[in-house]
């Protein structure tokens, strides 16, 4: 019911910086929280930074103060600015939304995940 697209992954080296986005699209009326996680190889996905709809923010300790989460209301985007990348930052990162879709008088929760977009920090 709704789709994520994410964009920006790549190759970088060390110090250097990446700049994720994640547009979603479908039946949305709101949304409550949009964020970003991340998952490497052996470990457990793990939450990186996530925005709700307030403008509150929450990062990971290992990333705050490098990364930035923001998000436009207006076109239902999210992007996250990787500074100072380290290779520990080497993993797939997926975004995440949660909010409520209308399809007529029908309001339903959602919770949907992008196909995710691999983060390369290497020489």
């Known amino acids: 019911q709704v789709q994520l697209v994410e964009s920006g992954g790549g190759l970088v080296q060390p110090g250097g910086s990446l700049r994720l986005s994640c547009a979603a699209s479908g039946n949305i009326f709101s949304i409550n929280t949009m964020g970003w996680y991340r998952q490497a190889p052996g470990k457990q996905r793990e939450l990186v930074a996530a925005i709700t709809s307030g403008g509150t923010t929450n990062y990971a300790a290992s990333v705050e103060g490098r990364f930035s989460i923001s998000r436009d209301a207006a076109k239902n985007t999210v992007d996250l600015q990787m500074n100072s990348l380290k290779p520990e930052d080497t993993a797939v990162y997926y975004c995440?939304?949660?909010?409520?879709?209308?399809?007529?008088?029908?309001?339903?929760?959602?919770?949907?995940w992008g196909q995710g977009t691999q983060v390369d920090v290497s020489s």
């Open positions: 995440n939304v949660d909010g409520w879709t209308k399809q007529g008088v029908t309001y339903r929760r959602f919770q949907s």
